[in-house]
């Protein structure tokens, strides 16, 4: 079969040289889009990661696909319905890196309560005093893991060996697993109210749409935390900067933003009319990474080496067995 995979690094190009020997791939650094689906019209399976948006229009010029193979876990980024119309088979990465992601979450939560990026800005500027650096102790803290999936549990089982007190919310509840990890389900109200750093670990969806709005925001402790590295669209990115404003907040620790592929295209944005209309998008991301309370990475909480080697794996395998006629981690376009 013909293979194209897009967003893909030269390690990751020998890897799957060597997993599918009896395939013709083609390698590229950049997302798939319109501009450049041409050349590879011809392809049957199409590889991205979360930067491609397949939607109807690219799909259009890829008139022999079967299968789209994400190398994600979200899949936010194809069009299921128009897919579903095409008989074009998804597949995604459902497990490759929960404890990556926890690890991620944990660095985002102790750089907040010990200060350390404005540690890090104040020795840059040649300034070693303590002052404005103090921190504070997450044992005895709540933490409230809003989505207990893969990540969530691993999240939790980090913050019990901090000595932290958990509650949680999801719509499905494992008492069981509650039981042995020492954790307790409670409303999303409740885990809001109650909680001193919130974190989210919750897919992205219709039900999930700024599921943390202004309203749900003022339920949050005065001073508490909001840690997000599962989709920025599940934070109302205007109401965060006004709990920050207004010192609702304490801070924010955000692998993910609302509309960060704005901030990632900035230059290109900035030089095309046609795309003023997004500028506002954009000015409120500055002024939410602009603040002194929040820390950014660029949706780097996947990003180890394991995970992406995990990614690869899954991926290969995804795609041998849906050339052999027994496809598997099949996205189900209905949910």
């Given at each position: 079969m013909k293979i194209a995979f897009f967003e893909i690094e030269s390690w990751e190009r020998r890897y799957l040289r060597k997993q599918l020997q009896a395939h013709e791939l083609r390698f590229y650094l950049e997302p798939v889009s319109l501009d450049n689906a041409e050349k590879v019209r011809d392809i049957q399976i199409l590889s991205t990661f979360i930067d491609s948006h397949v939607d109807?229009?690219?799909l259009e010029r890829l008139p022999e696909l079967k299968m789209v193979a994400t190398r994600s876990t979200g899949f936010d980024h194809i069009d299921l319905n128009e897919c579903k119309r095409r008989s074009i088979v998804i597949s995604n990465v459902?497990?490759?890196?929960?404890?990556?992601?926890?690890?991620?979450?944990?660095?985002?939560?102790?750089?907040?309560?010990?200060?350390l990026?404005?540690?890090?800005?104040?020795?840059?500027?040649?300034d070693f005093s303590m002052r404005g650096l103090t921190g504070f102790d997450l044992k005895g803290k709540t933490l409230g893991v809003v989505g207990t999936g893969r990540i969530g549990l691993h999240v939790i089982k980090i913050a019990k060996g901090f000595g932290m007190n958990v509650l949680a919310y999801d719509a499905r509840q494992n008492e069981l697993l509650a039981e042995v990890l020492g954790f307790a389900y409670v409303s999303l109200e409740?885990?809001?109210?109650?909680?001193?750093?919130v974190t989210l670990h919750v897919p992205y969806n219709e039900h999930t749409h700024h599921l943390i709005n202004r309203d749900r925001i003022r339920l949050m402790k005065k001073g508490a935390f909001l840690i997000n590295t599962a989709r920025g669209t599940i934070v109302d990115t205007e109401a965060l900067v006004e709990a920050l404003d207004s010192k609702n907040i304490g801070g924010a620790g955000l692998d993910v933003l609302e509309g960060e592929e704005l901030v990632r295209e900035e230059k290109a944005i900035l030089g095309d009319p046609n795309k003023l209309e997004v500028l506002s998008g954009l000015g409120i991301n500055h002024i939410l990474l602009s603040k002194p309370n929040v820390i950014y990475t660029p949706h780097i909480a996947f990003y180890s080496k394991e995970a992406l080697e995990r990614i690869l794996g899954t991926t290969a395998q995804n795609i041998v067995a849906f050339a052999s006629g027994n496809p598997r981690n099949v996205v189900d376009v209905n949910q």
């Open positions: 109807q229009l690219l459902p497990s490759y890196g929960e404890n990556t992601v926890a690890e991620h979450t944990f660095g985002l939560i102790l750089s907040l309560s010990r200060n990026c404005n540690a890090c800005v104040k020795r840059l500027t040649g409740e885990l809001l109210s109650q909680s001193h750093i």
